[in-house]
């Protein structure tokens, strides 16, 4: 199986800040790896797929990049509605793994 | 719109049996792949398992392979969860999520239900 390994767990960043986050395969995926945002008590959201492809109607501060292995996900100028946990998972072979999240916490 | 709304959670004893639906609408249902993905409490999402557009291909997270049974009435846009043999550890939030990609088993996840509570306590 597939293991996805996100860094950091949690991040403290303010307003206005840009910030990355990382997801590293296993092995090789290509580019199916998916970013999903999730808030509190609410289903995730998916804002990039195919490592690097913007979902419709994702704010343009969101983007993504890299390839096999090493993934990144970067928010250009942090809104206060961007703080949430985020999560990558890998669809190009079953079990489709998400990697462990990232807590992105108000400093 | 697109929905996707989950019923059947509850709290059930260890060893004992639970079936979720989804109920969708709002898409064609039977194009899509359909996955299930859950939530322990506090923790975060893990994949559980994927059923083909047309019922055909199903594939399964280890933890659950051999206790959890997806399938699907495209007649009836619903798609199920049959767990079986259940644990403590398979206390979660379960969610329904369709495939990104019409025909595409291997997909991202494009609209996810709200989630169904499984608690699985004596």
């Known amino acids: 199986d597939i293991q996805m390994t996100q860094s950091p767990s949690t991040l403290s960043a303010s307003v206005g800040d840009r910030v990355t986050i990382t997801c590293r395969a296993s092995?090789?995926?290509?580019?199916?790896l998916a970013w999903y945002q999730q808030k509190p008590g609410k289903a995730p959201k998916v804002l990039i797929y195919k490592a690097a492809t913007l979902e419709s109607g994702v704010p343009s501060r969101f983007s993504g990049s890299g390839s096999g292995p090493e993934f990144t996900l970067t928010i250009s100028s942090l809104q206060p509605d961007d703080f949430a946990t985020y999560y990558c998972q890998q669809y190009d072979s079953s079990p489709y793994t998400f990697g462990q999240g990232t807590k992105l916490e108000i400093k | 719109q697109v929905q996707l709304v989950e019923s059947g959670g509850g709290v059930v004893q260890p060893g004992r049996s639970l079936r979720l639906s989804c109920a969708a609408s709002?898409?064609?249902?039977?194009?899509?792949?359909m996955h299930w993905a859950r939530q322990a409490p506090g923790k975060g999402l893990e994949w559980v398992a994927v059923?083909?557009?047309?019922?055909?291909?199903?594939y399964y997270a280890d933890s659950v392979k051999g206790r959890f049974t997806i399938s699907r009435d495209n007649s009836m846009n619903t798609l199920y969860l049959q767990m079986d043999s259940l644990r403590g550890e398979d206390t979660a939030m379960y969610f329904c999520?369709?495939?990104?990609?019409?025909?595409?088993?291997?997909?991202?996840?494009?609209?996810w239900g709200q989630g169904a509570l499984v608690t699985v306590s004596s």
């Open positions: 059923i083909s557009f047309d019922g055909n291909k199903k």
């Open positions: 092995q090789s995926i290509d580019n199916w």
């Open positions: 709002g898409f064609s249902f039977s194009n899509y792949g």
């Open positions: 999520a369709s495939s990104a990609v019409e025909f595409l088993t291997g997909s991202y996840l494009g609209y």
